[in-house]
């Protein structure tokens, strides 16, 4: 047997060991991380929703172009949500729903450890100092703690492949490494672009210490890195254009105020504590961290630092080691290290002025360079690992000396890490909650709105986070709050999105500011009241009654003090109608006033439309096919009216009557409308941006130039035989 082999194996099978037994709750059953926020849970209202809607397209090779069940309907490609990132696309094609989620976590830790361990040995790191490293990378609080934000988790796993290739582009000056970084880099952009920018900020940075060389090698690494930004947004573009054209639509197109950045979500200098306690200033998981005073305490999973107690105390030993020695690679990234600490510091350092310019001022949460500065600390500790294990004593004492190393690091971080996150059976997740029994089959394909939800769920999450919670964040599942109904075919009002269109981002706001509470009584205006019936809204959630009596009550569930009540609204209309009255309107301030009026439910309120009269006339529609990314329907009018469809308007729709093209006017802010003709008319609806199209091409050739850059010593070899 060829033992050289397997120790040469060993490392990774340790990796994928301490991998498997942290995830076995995940796997036995199969379940998923729930994680509760404030008001909501990024895992259950957007990740896991999401998700159902990729691996049920994935299957069937498709792309999931516009979800039509939350909000009024988003182009869900569009919203950066890892459509593209390979591992996700292998495991939810192969594998049912219920099993690819877990795997996707483990999918996350096994690369973490594994790009980790090759990029140190690039850094000439010994086998032992390797493994220490990929471990403590792996189960840093970098990773374990984005278990509620997997796509952070997915990128920063990512990180030290794109540091890997891109030294050793710096070391050969071979080309086919920056196309490697490229490509690694494209994955990170598809997983989160801000950890993307962040990255690319300190891969620019590696170039410094050649800035004293020849003017040759400045021009070569100079032209290189543009290269590799270039090949970088060609291999991307296929998620890069409809995301920058969704931004275009959304209140983030100019960027956002650099005051909030710094301020929202804070970094405190007392928060570095927590990489020597992750628990010194509080837990999120028993509520001691939770306070809805997110300006003065930041958020727990973004402000908590923490890579194991030995490498910490080992990475501030090799950070005096290496000042002392000059080691270049490890003095650059103890730089690196600081200042990912004083970006990450906000408002609390000097650098925060570097927040009003782009790309920095696209982002939220500045806190996140920390997690930067866990990957430089991990590699520092490996650093100072390699250099304990170098001063031998003898063999047998040195590895004494790395077991013990070892078992200290694995029992502190899974001591740390091993309960804190909370699962929940994927199977239970997409059972439908109790309230949904009482909606009749044929009234779900209308639309249901949640009124007032994050009040409970903040109760108990402030006071006592999820330990002992999780039948109550469960039975809050009631609420039915956006993007969470998607996983039972019900469709929402509501939406969690990331980008927003301004239309959609009025719509909710119109829609919000006409309900108040008073006396536990909840009161809805004619602003409100109006929107709801046109947008099809036919279903009411409430934590308290309403007492406009136009809705009619159907039931309540009830755990504990905690109750949801079921509200009918007999006025919703359909989700396609024809009207032969309209108003002309040009600004917000006028829809607003329009949608108070009493008799809007008979007016279509049109957008820069010449103001006319038509006949009022009679219609039937039927024949209506709803398909992810089109619709179609028969409609037959007596006069000539406007067809309603009550989905976002919003570039990328198409539409034609009877086989020919027609034109779509904005409606009543966030809706489509065509004008159609007297008689019988087959209409089509279809969701086709161009930007897709476009990314698609510029993607294919850019995955072209790569192949071509990588293989082009082979290739040449093989034209060459013909010559």
């Given at each position: 047997m060829?033992f ?19 995830l ?14 404030f ?26 172009l516009?979800?039509?069940?939350a909000?009024?309907?988003?182009p ?9 990132y ?6 939810f094609?192969?594998?049912p729903?219920n ?14 450890g594994?790009?980790?361990y090759f ?13 220490l490293?990929?471990l403590s990378f ?5 990773i374990?703690l984005r ?9 920063m ?8 290739f891109?030294?050793?582009?710096l070391?050969?000056e ?13 994955q990170?952009?598809f997983?989160f672009?801000?950890?993307?920018f ?13 800035l ?21 947004i ?19 197109n100019?960027?956002?105020d650099?005051?909030d950045i ?11 504590l927590t ?14 961290y939770n306070?809805l005073?997110?300006?003065k ?5 973004e402000n ?7 490498p ?11 000042l002392k ?9 103890l730089i ?5 600490v004083?970006?990450?510091?906000g408002?609390?350092?000097p ?5 009003i ?9 500045p806190?996140?360079?920390?997690l930067?500065?866990q ?6 500790f ?7 294990l ?12 790395f077991?013990?190393m070892?078992?200290?690091?694995i ?27 009482f ?8 639309r ?8 409970y769920?903040?109760?108990?999450f ?7 919670e ?17 996983l039972?075919?019900l ?20 829609i919000?500011?006409?309900i108040?509470v ?22 009411l ?6 007492e406009?009596k136009?809705y ?19 006025s919703?209309?359909n ?5 032969y ?5 040009q600004?917000?301030?006028e829809?607003?006033k ?6 809007i439910?008979?007016t ?10 038509l006949?009022r006339?009679?219609y ?17 009018t ?22 020919a093209?027609a034109?779509?006017n ?5 809706a489509?409308?065509i004008k ?24 294919i050739l ?10 082009k ?11």
């Amino acid at each position: 047997m060829d033992f050289s082999r397997l120790n040469r194996f060993f490392p990774f099978f340790l990796i994928a060991a301490f991998s498997i037994i942290f995830l076995l709750n995940l796997f036995l059953p199969p379940s998923a991380y729930v994680n509760p926020d404030f008001g909501l849970s990024d895992p259950l209202h957007i990740w896991l929703p999401n998700k159902y809607v990729y691996s049920q397209n994935i299957k069937k090779l498709e792309i999931p172009l516009w979800e039509m069940r939350a909000g009024n309907g988003f182009p869900i490609h569009a919203e950066l949500l890892d459509m593209y990132y390979l591992p996700n696309l292998l495991i939810f094609f192969v594998l049912p729903f219920n099993y690819a989620i877990p795997t996707s976590y483990l999918a996350i830790y096994l690369i973490a450890g594994t790009t980790m361990y090759f990029l140190l040995k690039n850094l000439g790191l010994r086998k032992g100092a390797r493994l220490l490293g990929s471990l403590s990378f792996m189960f840093s609080a970098a990773i374990v703690l984005r278990a509620q934000h997997p796509n952070i988790a997915q990128a920063m796993a990512l990180v030290p492949a794109s540091f890997l290739f891109y030294f050793q582009f710096l070391k050969t000056e071979k080309f086919k490494y920056i196309v490697l970084a490229a490509v690694v880099s494209t994955q990170i952009l598809f997983s989160f672009p801000q950890i993307f920018f962040y990255n690319t900020l300190f891969l620019a940075a590696l170039n410094t210490p050649y800035l004293a060389k020849s003017k040759r090698t400045i021009l070569k690494i100079g032209i290189s890195f543009v290269i590799f930004i270039l090949l970088t947004i060609g291999l991307s573009s296929i998620q890069l254009l409809p995301s920058f054209e969704i931004t275009q639509f959304s209140n983030r197109n100019q960027g956002l105020d650099s005051k909030d950045i710094i301020s929202s979500f804070p970094y405190q200098p007392s928060n570095l504590l927590t990489f020597i306690n992750p628990y010194i200033l509080g837990k999120a998981a028993n509520g001691t961290y939770n306070s809805l005073d997110w300006q003065k305490y930041g958020l727990f999973w973004e402000n908590t630092a923490y890579i194991g107690l030995l490498p910490f105390l080992i990475f501030i030993l090799s950070s005096f080691v290496l000042l002392k020695n000059k080691q270049k690679t490890g003095v650059l990234i103890l730089i690196f290290f600081v200042i990912s600490v004083f970006m990450a510091l906000g408002k609390y350092a000097p650098t925060h002025i570097l927040f009003i310019f782009p790309p920095l001022n696209y982002f939220r949460v500045p806190a996140r360079f920390i997690l930067f500065a866990q990957f430089f600390a991990v590699i520092l500790f490996a650093f100072g690992a390699d250099w304990i294990l170098k001063k031998r004593i003898n063999k047998k004492f040195n590895t004494l000396l790395f077991i013990l190393m070892l078992t200290l690091l694995i029992g502190d971080l899974f001591m740390s890490w091993y309960n804190y996150n909370p699962t929940r059976p994927v199977k239970d997740l997409t059972i439908s909650p109790e309230i949904i029994s009482f909606i009749p089959q044929e009234d779900r394909s209308y639309r249901i709105y949640s009124l007032d939800m994050q009040g409970y769920w903040n109760k108990v999450f402030t006071k006592k986070g999820w330990q002992g919670e999780d039948d109550y964040y469960h039975f809050f599942l009631n609420s039915l709050s956006a993007d969470n109904n998607i996983l039972y075919g019900l469709n929402q009002i509501s939406s969690y999105q990331v980008l927003p269109s301004r239309r959609q981002t009025s719509l909710d706001s119109f829609i919000t500011s006409g309900i108040t509470v008073k006396n536990q009584k909840i009161n809805i205006n004619n602003v409100t009241k109006n929107l709801l019936n046109f947008y099809s809204v036919k279903y009411l959630i409430t934590t308290n009654e309403i007492e406009n009596k136009e809705y009619q009550k159907i039931t309540a569930v009830k755990k504990d003090e905690y109750k949801y009540y079921l509200y009918k609204n007999p006025s919703a209309q359909n989700l396609a109608e024809v009207y032969y009255d309209f108003k002309n309107v040009q600004t917000v301030n006028e829809y607003k006033k329009a949608f108070g009026e009493e008799n809007i439910a008979d007016t279509l309120l049109v957008e820069n439309l010449p103001q006319n009269s038509l006949e009022r006339g009679a219609y039937q529609i039927d024949q209506v096919k709803i398909k992810q990314n089109s619709f179609s329907l028969k409609a037959e009018t007596d006069k000539e009216g406007f067809l309603t469809i009550k989905q976002s308007y919003f570039p990328g729709w198409s539409a034609k009557i009877d086989g020919a093209g027609a034109k779509i006017n904005p409606v009543d802010l966030n809706a489509m409308a065509i004008k159609i003709g007297k008689g019988s008319h087959l209409v089509e609806f279809n969701y086709r941006p161009k930007t897709l199209t476009m990314g698609i091409l510029i993607t294919i050739l850019s995955v072209i130039i790569s192949m071509l850059i990588i293989f082009k010593t082979q290739a040449l070899k093989f034209f060459h035989g013909f010559i």
